[in-house]
């Protein structure tokens, strides 16, 4: 399954009621949207019609998270009509607006695309579905932080290892898609400060010269799932009303995990 089949059908099976692009180049995955949408790059050429109600912010994705309300497109942030009616001040029981599904496709460095998971992480919760594309390079050349070819993933294979290692009470699921891959995370916490305060250590020792020494398990694609397996797995639905209903996390979390293991148990 191509990347942009896969991404159609996740925005079935997600039940997403919103989105937000990180990289839109030519908007033939924007094209696939149709909830509120937030696209962001600082060069796009959208080229394919949009069907969905979009807001293009012609922007670097630090800049646009720097912003105050980044996500006030989406509309889902503030709710004070129930604490007026009551007597009381808004101010403070604003709900903050919660991504359902984010795609991250922006500068093909890793650390860049784990700014891009840090900042996105901040407005997710455990119902949030956070995708990363271009995660399983088939060879060296293409994997390259310096780019010399003409299909480049950089080295953004990285953000799996990165995320094990430094998240392990994330559930990363390795997708093997044509042509290079993509990585769906899920169980995003926005209380958590580990990334943060050990960012500048995970750059340090990860931002090595070229040529990458890329994992034999990622260029074999050894521990990828087949796509149609997690598109077609029993979990969306109760994730979907988990977050439709608002369910916390301390109720639904351990068993969407469970759930999502499981699958990922089952190899491409």
Known sequence: ????????????????????????????????????????DPAFKVVTEIRCDVHLVRA?????FARDNPLVHLRGGRH???????????????????????????????EYALRDFMNIERHS???SVIVFDDMLPRNVDEAARDRHTSAWTGDVYKIAEI??????????????????????????????????????EIVAEYEVPDPQKVPETILDRAGALAPEALLQSGFWRPLARARSLGIRRSRGW???????????GRRS
Do not use: C
């Not at 009551?86 to 496709?105: C, E, K, M, N, Q």
């Not at 392990?168 to 997708?175: E, I, S």
């Open 60 to 64: 670097t994705s630090d800049d646009f």
């Open 254 to 264: 351990e068993p969407l995990r469970t759930a999502v293991e499981g699958v990922a």
């Open 80 to 110: 004070p009509l129930r604490n007026l009616r009551r007597g009381r001040s808004p101010l403070g029981y604003w709900r903050r607006t919660v991504l359902d599904l984010a795609f991250i496709d922006g500068m093909h460095l890793f």
């Open 125 to 127: 919760d455990w119902t």
């Open 1 to 40: 399954m191509k990347r942009h089949e896969f991404l159609r059908e996740l925005h079935k099976a997600s039940g997403n009621r919103n989105y937000l692009e990180i990289g839109v180049n030519d908007g033939r995955s924007l094209r696939l949207s149709r909830v509120p949408t937030i696209a962001v």
């Open 163 to 200: 995320l094990g290692r430094y998240r392990p009470d994330l559930v990363t699921v390795l997708v093997d898609t044509r042509p290079t891959g993509q990585l769906v995370v899920f169980g995003a916490d926005p209380r958590s400060t580990v990334l943060r305060e050990r960012y500048d």
